[in-house]
Nanobody, 122 residues
């Protein structure tokens, strides 16, 4: 089992920045990929960014956040981060940290944090 705890959410004006962090504990060796998902009110949870634990070059971003968000990891500290710049009201959502168990299908994330609220005002 992997436990994930997010932090860093909050309220910001449009154009501002926030940095989310996610600390992993437990059987972190069992997690081969990490992702940040977000869920806006009344909408489905969607993947915003993902990164492969062993190959940082394998970073992927949703089109809506490309060029504004950057996902990174600190393997030694078991920490995942999401730097969010040029925030817009449509970025308002609950952001979730997630991890994929090694060997799981590419689209499957097995472990989830509790989420952190990001609110962007215009």
């Amino acid at each position: 089992q992997v436990q994930l705890v997010e932090s860093g959410g909050g309220s910001v004006q449009a154009g501002g920045s926030l940095k989310l962090s996610c600390v992993a504990s437990g059987s972190t060796y069992d997690a081969c990929a990490w992702g940040w998902f977000r869920q806006a009110p009344g909408k489905e949870r969607v993947l915003a960014a993902s990164i492969n634990r062993d190959t940082e070059a394998l970073r992927k971003y949703a089109d809506s956040v490309k060029g504004r968000f950057t996902i990174s990891q600190d393997i030694e500290r078991n920490t995942l981060q999401l730097q969010m710049n040029a925030l817009a009201p449509e970025d308002t959502a609950v952001y979730f940290c997630a991890a994929r168990r090694c060997g799981s299908p590419f689209s499957t994330y097995n472990y989830w944090g509790q989420g952190t609220q990001v609110t962007v005002s215009s």
